[in-house]
């Protein structure tokens, strides 16, 4: 199901970029990034489904300015 817009977790980036989000409820998720950088646009990324016990990867986010 749908989260809508609130904000459930957050996290950083390491130094290769990598990140880690545990504890999700099974569902679909739309992920945001939003760069501490004003210069980068903030991205989105819907329809990401979590499954328990499994790990969601996501594909290389490109941020543009």
């Known amino acids: 199901s749908s989260r ?3 904000s459930l977790a ?3 980036t390491d130094t290769l970029g990598n990140y880690l989000i545990r504890g999700l409820d099974p569902g ?4 945001g990034y939003a760069p ?3 210069d980068y646009d903030t ?3 819907a329809g990401v489904i979590v ?3 499994q790990v969601t ?3 290389t986010v490109v ?3």
């Open 4 to 6: 809508g817009t609130d």
């Open 10 to 12: 957050g996290t950083l």
């Open 28 to 31: 679909s998720y739309t992920v």
């Open 36 to 38: 501490g950088n004003a």
């Open 43 to 45: 991205q989105n990324k």
């Open 51 to 53: 499954t328990t016990g």
């Open 57 to 59: 990867k996501l594909d």
């Open 63 to 65: 941020l543009a300015h």
